[in-house]
């Protein structure tokens, strides 16, 4: 009976505890799949529900070319430079930017650095930290406007195409300004195939 009594308690023990979990379990929020872009913006670059689509198209977008490698001057889709990778990237989506970095900051409205939202250009001096020089740029993918902080794809020399944080202490030692080429308005070409069949927007 001894033997019995230590399985008949055993499977008590474990009933009850399954029964403990189903009841958590039941008060848990149901988790729905959602779309396709709805799972890659929880899963990759992005965390902003209210993400204008087209914005998330771009992002999207962008983060096809992760692992590109970096080429000094060259502007895709086998290699890039920083402003290389930003200019392609917008020019598929109707934007036509400045070649280099320092100009790039000319094509949007500049915006304090409590602003910055996903899709706009930030920019960095180059190796040599301090002052307003550019010599870098990249398109932010997450933003924190309370704390001043950002995630960013580009074209790092090291990395290649990569998705960084404005906490590291290179870019934070190094961050110049950000300026949002995308307002609310939507290139003509929007909604029409913008990857192959767009006219450039001028600044």
Known sequence: MTGFRKILVMTLVAFAAMLSSVSVYAQLPMQKPGTIKEQIKNSTLFNDEQLDPLIADLLDYASKFKGVRYRLGATGPNRFDCSGFTSYVFSKFGYKLNRVSREQVNNGKVIAKNEIQPGDLVFFNGRRAGGS???????????????????????????????????????????????R????????????????DYTLRQF
């Open 133 to 179: 020089r550019i010599g870098h740029v990249g398109i932010v993918t997450a933003s924190d406007n309370e704390k001043e902080t950002f995630e960013f794809i580009h074209a790092s020399i090291s990395q290649g195409v990569v998705v960084s944080k404005s906490t590291e202490t290179y870019y934070d030692k190094r961050y110049v300004k950000a300026c």
């Open 181 to 196: 080429v995308i307002e609310n308005e939507e290139p003509e070409v929007y909604g029409s195939d913008m990857l192959f």
